[in-house]
Nanobody
Framework: VQLQAFGGGLVQAGGSLRLSCAAS????????IAWFRQAPGKEREFVAA????????YYADSVKGRFTISRDNVKNTAYLQMNSLRPEDTAVYYC?????????????????WGQGTQVTVSS
């Protein structure tokens, strides 16, 4: 089972990035996928989640209206489109997968995690 997050980088405030989460070794379309992030000195926090079919999405208030989560079950890949980036969005971003029932914003629900990709937003 592997989740690989990539697409991070350095961007100016107001810019955009698209993160990708490539999955292998499991039935991707059985899993809910989420993005979390962790800034230096802070706890990991929920960013966005999408159900197995892509029919429902959920967002943290801090990114609502700026970020969009999506998935392509044919390509076994999930995405996080990030627009209007702010310096406070700077963090390592992780993707995670779960089949468990529960609050999708809870990191404890997820059994599989990618390695993280750094996003840095300069002011």
């Amino acid at each position: 089972v592997q989740l690989q997050a990539f697409g991070g980088g350095l961007v100016q405030a107001g810019g955009s990035l698209r993160l990708s989460c490539a999955a292998s070794g499991f039935a991707f379309d059985d899993y809910c996928i989420a993005w979390f992030r962790q800034a230096p000195g802070k706890e990991r926090e929920f960013v966005a989640a999408i159900t197995w079919s892509g029919g429902s999405t959920y967002y943290a208030d801090s990114v609502k209206g700026r970020f969009t989560i999506s998935r392509d079950n044919v390509k076994n890949t999930a995405y996080l489109q990030m627009n209007s980036l702010r310096p406070e969005d700077t963090a390592v971003y992780y993707c995670a997968a779960t089949t468990r029932q529960g609050p999708l914003g809870s990191s404890g629900l997820y059994g599989y995690w990618g390695q993280g990709t750094q996003v840095t937003v300069s002011s």
